[in-house]
């Protein structure tokens, strides 16, 4: 039986906090539950994407050059991860139509997206080479072409609950069906996924593309 997955962004910046700490604690909650559920890994871009952004602008690069050197970069932080997130495997989508049907079949094990060739088919029209499409509206692209149950966004900082949208790239929402789940939360706070992941509710900011608002527990 095919399961929907459960679309997981692992904001790059969370790689500063406590020496590894917080993506161990990640990756430990994310493995206990990926028995359960087909989770894919997007990863964020973090220092590696940062190199990309400084030389870019020194050297005067076009935006789709960078595009692509950040892409690479997001792949940096998936080896990172793959170390913190027990289990899990990397995964290129090299061939999407045939590789869906694996990882949503049990058993299951986490999936963390080297995106740099999956991005490489995916239409420039679907989405665009520059710096308005980061790893966010790639993981939301991700969730309406996999048809997912739900998709995670893990940053490094509280979101206001009172704020109407939530800081992502342009792109994001204009990818997403109406109505689609979408939990922002903070990846500082391991046990606020963990939560999420038991009940279906945590602390953090619920968006279904027409409304959003704070669950204060």
């Known amino acids: 039986m095919l399961l929907n997955p459960i679309i997981i962004k692992l ?9 590894g700490e917080i993506l161990r604690n990640l990756g430990d909650v994310i493995s206990e539950y990926s028995s359960e559920y087909p989770l894919l890994i997007v990863p964020g871009g973090g220092p590696f994407a940062d190199v990309v952004r400084e030389f870019g602008k020194q050297l005067e690069l076009c935006e789709e ?15 990172v991860l793959k170390d913190f997130i027990p289990g899990s495997v990397l995964t290129d989508f090299s ?30 029209n679907h989405l665009e080479r520059s710096w308005d499409v980061t790893s966010d509206s790639i ?17 490094s900082t509280d979101i206001d609950p009172g704020i109407q949208e939530p800081d992502v790239d342009s792109f994001f ?10 939990w922002f939360i903070n990846g500082l706070y391991p046990d606020r996924l ?7 509710s ?16």
């Not at 050059?65 to 950040?70: I, R, V």
């Not at 929402?173 to 979408?182: D, I, M, R």
């Not at 963990?194 to 279906?200: A, D, N, V």
């Open 139 to 155: 993981a939301a692209y991700l969730a309406k072409r996999l048809n997912s149950s739900l998709l995670v966004i893990l940053k």
């Open 194 to 200: 963990s939560r999420l992941m038991q009940t279906g």
């Open 11 to 19: 904001g790059g910046s969370l790689i500063y906090h406590r020496n």
């Open 95 to 124: 061939d999407l139509e045939s590789t869906i049907p694996a990882i949503l079949s049990p058993p299951f094990k986490p999936q963390i997206l080297l995106c740099s060739s999956f991005l490489r088919q995916v239409p420039e």
């Open 202 to 217: 945590t602390q953090g900011i619920y968006l279904s593309s027409t409304k959003s608002y704070g669950e204060l527990f």
């Open 173 to 182: 929402h204009k990818l997403l069906p109406l109505g689609f789940p979408v």
């Open 65 to 79: 050059t960078c595009h692509f050197m950040a892409l690479s970069g997001m792949d940096q932080y998936a080896y």
